[in-house]
């Protein structure tokens, strides 16, 4: 392994990914002159730019440094990738993400959460109550933490909070003194091949543990018993009858936050806040809590720390939360986490009509999860659907998001392009305005029915007014997908809010 203290000048490709922007920000912030390329400019990338590091857009070997001596990639970058052919065909020292973040953590004490859903969320819960409470901690996380709008932060304590990716058993290269597992469902199928090879993953993880580490475990995962850890927990929901180690219990719901004690056999956190929506969310802090509690920090702290998390860039993240109208965006892009997310957010908003808008991520995905997609997506009253985001991918034959509208409920699903799901979504506020005013106001005006019943029944949604009077009548709009689909957040959010 190359000792990264002699290096000087790196280069990323793909250096907007959520991985990797967090590791050109660690050597930035160590001095070092920090490059990279991406194929698209987002607000992570202007961001990072303004941190003082170039980035550039076109696959473009003049723009490519040749004095680099460290090119660092993401394995979601195509094998034929122009530059980063070049480097490889002269001998520079090439090196993937994980590699990387492998030695940065070699000599700290480490906290890695990994699970094939909720690692991003619990990953910023416990560094954010690391770093609230005063702990301190380096965090490498794979969400862009609201709290501080960044995802790394670095600290004097040799303590880092790692997000650990499974994908291409990426995890496997490091080391935790605590790890935590949040699931172990199949995912990332092209490259596992098998659900059992997934699990035997995660497994294969559990045994990185150093000498007398904690492992955390979400409660009643297949396979559970496999996993190893020389002090082994597991955590859930204790109100829906598991008999876990450490518990959620007397979960209480108000005006979207959560108040909630959680419960062991050896201690108790009573009146815990969560200003933040899902009911899965609460299970994923009570493992945060647990860490932090393992790590002694005091309980009071703990609780402050919590009821100030603000959540994560999309997840669960409220866009517009007013009486009348709720935008959530979300990065779900597996089925089960699709289910959370909807079930989560219909919990919260039970007297409203949810439409949900999905981009599926990856053809491969989409081929394997296809019938879990559909059933996901039917706890819905109304979906768009958007073309497939291919990422890595090259189109597959046969291969569509129609796949997951035809298997769902009869003509429930919309299938639209960007552009024309835009213009569809301001027909309809537009239309639904206008039947509110002749109908004495109400359904006018942002809020109130903005988005019209003539358009749901086109949509094939029959049978459910959008125009429901009352003054308390809330409408749920879901954006949810881990592609591109971010970028139509704000003007989804203009649309919908009548500017």
């Known amino acids: 392994m190359v000792d990264l203290k002699d290096i000087r000048k790196i280069y990323f490709i793909g250096i907007g990914g959520i991985g990797m922007s967090a590791l050109a920000r660690y050597f930035r912030g160590q001095d070092k002159e920090v490059s990279g390329y991406d194929k698209t400019s987002t607000v992570l990338t202007r961001q990072l730019e303004k941190e003082g590091i170039a980035v550039h857009y076109s696959e473009d070997l003049s723009l490519a440094p040749k004095d680099a001596q460290l090119i660092i990639y993401t394995p979601a970058i195509p094998k034929e990738h122009m530059e980063l052919l070049y480097y490889q065909e002269h001998g520079y020292t090439i090196l993937k993400r994980s590699d990387v973040l492998g030695a940065i953590t070699n000599s700290s004490f480490n906290i890695c959460v990994a699970g094939t859903h909720g690692k991003t969320t619990i990953t910023t819960m416990i560094a954010h109550v690391l770093r609230h409470s005063g702990y301190g901690c380096n965090a490498f996380l794979g969400g862009i933490s609201v709290n501080y709008n960044s995802n790394f932060w670095s600290d004097r304590r040799n303590v880092c909070v790692v997000e650990a990716d499974e994908y291409d058993r990426s995890f496997l290269k490091l080391h935790p003194n605590i790890a935590v597992i949040t699931a172990m469902d199949a995912d990332h199928l092209d490259i596992y091949g098998t659900a059992r090879e997934v699990e ?50 007397k979960i209480r719901m108000q005006q979207g936050s959560y108040t909630f004690d959680v419960k062991t056999t050896d201690w108790q956190l009573e009146d815990v806040v969560l200003n933040m929506g899902g009911m899965h969310n609460v299970e994923n802090v009570t493992a945060a809590i647990a860490v932090a509690h393992h790590l002694g920090i005091a309980d009071e702290k703990i609780k402050s720390a919590v009821a100030a998390f603000r959540g994560v860039k999309r997840r669960f993240e409220y866009i517009i939360k007013k009486p009348g109208l709720v935008f959530i965006d979300d990065y779900a892009h597996h089925p089960e986490e699709l289910r959370a997310l909807i079930s989560g957010a219909r919990g919260l908003f039970p007297d409203m009509k949810c439409t949900v808008i999905f981009q599926p991520h990856l053809f491969s995905r989409t081929r394997d999860f296809a019938d879990g997609f559909a059933a996901s997506l039917d706890l819905a009253d109304e979906v768009y659907l958007l073309p497939i985001y291919p990422a ?62 003539e358009a749901a029944e086109r949509g094939g949604v029959t049978g459910y007014d959008w125009l429901a009077s009352g003054p308390d009548r809330l409408e749920l709009v879901i954006t949810a997908g881990a592609g591109d689909i971010d970028t139509l957040v704000e003007p989804i959010k203009n649309i919908l809010e009548g500017n």
């Open 200 to 249: 035997q993953a995660f497994i294969d993880f559990s045994r990185k543990l150093k000498p007398e580490g904690l492992l955390l475990s979400k409660w009643g995962m297949t396979r559970s018993a496999e996993l190893k850890g020389d002090i082994h927990q597991t955590y859930s929901l204790g109100d829906q009858g598991p008999k876990a180690d450490i518990q959620a219990t």
């Open 392 to 453: 890595r991918e090259k189109p597959m034959e046969g291969v569509t998001s129609e796949l997951i509208a035809e298997k769902m409920q009869q003509g429930k699903a919309v299938i639209d392009g960007k552009e024309a799901l835009l213009e569809r979504l301001r027909q309809r506020v537009r239309k639904s305005g206008e039947a509110g005013a002749e109908r004495g106001g109400v359904g006018s005006g942002p809020g109130r029915g903005g988005l019209g019943r």
